[in-house]
Nanobody, 119 residues
Framework: VQLVESGGGLVQAGGSLRLSCAAS????????MGWYRQAPGKQRELVAG????????NYADSVKGRFTISRDNAKNTLYLQMSSLKPEDTAVYYC?????????????WGQGTQVTVSS
């Protein structure tokens, strides 16, 4: 599975961006997908996740009500709509796809896309 993110950039506080993650390869094995972010000097953290079967979603408390994760199965693309952006949202955003076998996950990561929010 290969993942390619796009859509990052520089935006003013209060603005919006939409990130995309195009998946290719054996995408039928993917059970869950998610967006993570990593700010300088901080650990990578989950921003939002979505389950392939059923489409259930979950969000970090810090982005609830501002970010929306979605996927287009026909295009094998994952999205993250980000609104009301804050300077603390500045980070490299990564797309992750996981294949679950029992309690074990096999993870695939994209290369990341930079999001910078200016105050």
């Amino acid at each position: 599975v290969q993942l390619v993110e796009s859509g990052g950039g520089l935006v003013q506080a209060g603005g919006s961006l939409r990130l995309s993650c195009a998946a290719s390869g054996s995408t039928f094995i993917i059970n869950t997908m998610g967006w993570y972010r990593q700010a300088p000097g901080k650990q990578r953290e989950l921003v939002a996740g979505i389950i392939s079967a059923g489409g259930s979603t979950n969000y970090a408390d810090s982005v609830k009500g501002r970010f929306t994760i979605s996927r287009d199965n026909a295009k094998n693309t994952l999205y993250l709509q980000m609104s009301s952006l804050k300077p603390e949202d500045t980070a490299v955003y990564y797309c992750k796809a996981s294949r679950w076998v029992g309690v074990n996950s096999y993870d695939y990561w994209g290369q990341g896309t930079q999001v910078t929010v200016s105050s």
